[in-house]
T-cell receptor, first 116, second 114 residues
Framework: AQKITQTQPGMFVQEKEAVTLDCTYDTSDPSYGLFWYKQPSSGEMIFLIY??????QNATEGRYSLNFQKARKSANLVISASQLGDSAMYFC?????????????FGQGTTLQVKP | NAGVTQTPKFQVLKTGQSMTLQCAQDMNHEYMSWYRQDPGMGLRLIHYSVGAGITDQGEVPNGYNVSRSTTEDFPLRLLSAAPSQTSVYFC?????????????FGEGSWLTVV
C-alpha cells in the first residue's frame, strides 16, 4: 500500500539556520510525484515544491529544496535561512500518476517552530 | 489571480441540516477534488472530478454529494449533516489527473455540526 511517513511530529530551528524535514514514502509504482505543502496557523494549504519520480535533479524553489533519494525512498524538505514566518505545519504528499483517482496521500505532518 | 476559491470559510450547522460548500477555480483545471482534514487522520479524499459532467467517489464519500456542471465549479453538498462531519474541508484542483506540479488548494472551510 502507498504510504507517506513523517517521523518528526515537531521541530525547532533557530532563525536564519537551515532545517531538514524528513519524509519517506512507500510505493511500488515507478511513476509518482512528491509534494510538500505548508499549513500555517491560519489553515490554508500552500504548495511549496514538487519532485517527479523521473526527475533527474533535485527540485528547488527559492529557499526550499527537496533532497530526493529515490533508492532510499526519501524526499526530505530543506528550508534554508529560516524565517519566523516559516513556523507552520508541513505536509509531505505523494500522487500516484497511474491511479485513476488523482488522490494525494499525505503524511501526518511536522510542526516547525522557528525561534528568534 | 484568484486560484481556488472556497466559500464559506466558517459554518455552524445543526444535525440534520443540509448545506453546500462552494469551490471555484479560474485556472481552467480539469481535475478538482474535495478533501477533509481531521486531527490524527490527515487529509482524506471525499470526491473528485476529472472534468465537467464526470464525478467519482474517493475514500470517504458517505454523506456527501458533488456535481460538476462546469469546468470552474465543484460544489460539495452535505445532505444531512452529522457531528462526524465536523472537519476542515479543502477543495483542490490540478490541470488534469496526472499533473505533478500544479495541485492547488483553496483556503479551507471550517465546518462545525452541533
Amino acid at each position: 500500500a502507498q504510504k507517506i511517513t513523517q517521523t518528526q511530529p515537531g521541530m525547532f530551528v533557530q532563525e536564519k539556520e537551515a532545517v531538514t524535514l524528513d519524509c519517506t514514502y512507500d510505493t511500488s509504482d515507478p511513476s509518482y510525484g512528491l509534494f510538500w505543502y505548508k499549513q500555517p496557523s491560519s489553515g490554508e494549504m500552500i504548495f511549496l515544491i514538487y519532485q517527479g519520480s523521473y526527475d533527474q535533479q533535485n527540485a528547488t524553489e527559492g529557499r526550499y529544496s527537496l533532497n530526493f533519494q529515490k533508492a532510499r525512498k526519501s524526499a526530505n524538505l530543506v528550508i534554508s535561512a529560516s524565517q519566523l514566518g516559516d513556523s507552520a505545519m508541513y505536509f509531505c504528499a505523494m500522487r500516484d500518476f497511474r491511479s485513476n483517482t488523482g488522490k494525494l496521500i499525505f503524511g501526518q505532518g511536522t510542526t516547525l517552530q522557528v525561534k528568534p | 489571480n484568484a486560484g481556488v476559491t472556497q466559500t464559506p470559510k466558517f459554518q455552524v450547522l445543526k444535525t440534520g441540516q443540509s448545506m453546500t460548500l462552494q469551490c471555484a477555480q479560474d485556472m481552467n483545471h480539469e481535475y478538482m477534488s474535495w478533501y477533509r482534514q481531521d486531527p490524527g487522520m490527515g487529509l482524506r479524499l471525499i470526491h473528485y472530478s476529472v472534468g465537467a459532467g464526470i464525478t467519482d467517489q474517493g475514500e470517504v464519500p458517505n454523506g456527501y454529494n458533488v456535481s460538476r456542471s462546469t469546468t470552474e465549479d465543484f460544489p460539495l453538498r452535505l445532505l444531512s449533516a452529522a457531528p462526524s462531519q465536523t472537519s476542515v474541508y479543502f477543495c483542490a484542483s490540478s490541470l488534469d489527473l496526472a499533473s505533478g506540479n500544479t495541485i492547488y488548494f483553496g483556503e479551507g472551510s471550517w465546518l462545525t455540526v452541533v
